[in-house]
């Protein structure tokens, strides 16, 4: 009996079920998060009252270029405007401006991104789901996104690279 289950089950999978592999999808992102919670090796993520508050390894490859990020931002903030940044200050924000601001979605140069994309051979329809829903994806923070919103970036990742 349980053999005739095992078959039926194979062959529901491979029947292309969308409910079915939706579900699937949604389990393996569920063992991901789980694998990787608490490994420092991946970003960590905790949810707050005002987003997310994001930590990782100092020592890893992803905190080293981190660090290097962090320290850019930083001295590119002195320069602009003159003093440390404080706590409400934003990360990225716009050089232009007398007094900090954050970047607006309209203030990203996405021909430079696109560029960026096409010189290093990944594929712009990354670049163009990442316009449309405004987070990025990648294997490494993969695990950092609710399925549900892993699951939008992969529809629309495929569906640009459909067009």
């Known amino acids: 009996m349980a053999k005739n289950k095992r078959k039926k089950s194979t062959r529901h999978r491979m029947s292309g079920d969308p409910r079915r592999a939706a579900e699937q999808r949604r389990e393996e ?9 608490g490994n420092m090796r991946f970003v960590q993520t905790a949810r707050t009252p005002t987003g997310r508050q994001y930590s990782w390894d100092a020592e890893s490859e992803t905190g080293v270029q981190m660090a290097d990020v962090l320290r850019r931002r930083r001295a590119l903030f002195v320069e602009t405007f003159g003093r440390e940044p404080g706590p409400e200050d934003p ?10 601001r954050p970047l607006e979605e ?7 991104i696109f560029e960026a994309f096409d010189a290093t051979g990944i594929d712009p329809a990354y670049a163009e789901a990442w316009r449309e829903l405004g987070y990025l994806v ?10 549900h919103e892993v699951e939008a970036w992969d529809e629309a990742v495929e ?4 067009e």
């Not at 990360?91 to 900090?100: I, S, T, Y």
């Not at 309209?106 to 430079?112: A, E």
């Not at 990648?138 to 399925?147: G, K, P, S, V, Y």
């Not at 569906?159 to 459909?162: F, I, L, P, S, V």
């Open 91 to 100: 990360l990225f924000f716009d050089a232009e401006a007398r007094e900090p």
């Open 29 to 37: 992102h569920a063992r991901l998060v789980r694998e990787r919670d």
């Open 106 to 112: 309209l203030d990203f140069d996405w021909d430079m």
């Open 159 to 162: 569906r640009h690279m459909e």
């Open 138 to 147: 990648t294997e490494m923070n993969r695990h950092t996104f609710t399925a």
